[in-house]
């Protein structure tokens, strides 16, 4: 590739990223995330556990919402919530745990991606 097609490709790159940056989400994906959150609030048998502490489903849903809207203008889909505000400490980088009942933990990102498919299904 010449130097040419180099500068054109990061120029693409720049103007794509610029577009994204500063927005947030669409309606249809901001509608997802909201009821995801919901409807992690409303699991009064989960038990979600950040950096070792264990938390119940509202303060997950509180924390959650709050990660939000701070992160708000770098999120564009319910997948990019879940992986930039769900899944893991800011702080610390250690993913976080969810429990159902006496089921086994595991870490939130896959809990969040199983449930907003079944948003995603029920829409």
Not at 3 to 16: N, P
Not at 99 to 117: K, Q
Request: charged letters at 25%; a positive charge.
């Amino acid at each position: 590739m010449n130097r040419r097609d180099c500068i054109g490709r990061l120029a693409w790159l720049g103007a794509a990223c610029a577009t994204n940056a500063g927005a947030a989400p669409p309606p249809a994906e901001h509608q997802l995330i909201v009821l995801l959150i919901q409807r992690v609030e409303s699991m009064d048998a989960m038990v979600f556990t950040r950096n070792g502490s264990p938390h119940a489903a509202a303060e997950a849903g509180k924390h959650m919402r709050a990660k939000y809207e701070h992160f708000k203008d770098q999120i564009g889909t319910a997948d990019d919530f879940i992986t930039r505000c769900a899944s893991r400490s800011e702080m610390t980088g250690k993913p976080y745990f969810v429990r159902i009942g006496d089921g086994p933990a595991e870490e939130a990102s896959t809990f969040l991606a199983r449930e907003l498919r079944q948003l995603r299904r029920t829409r």
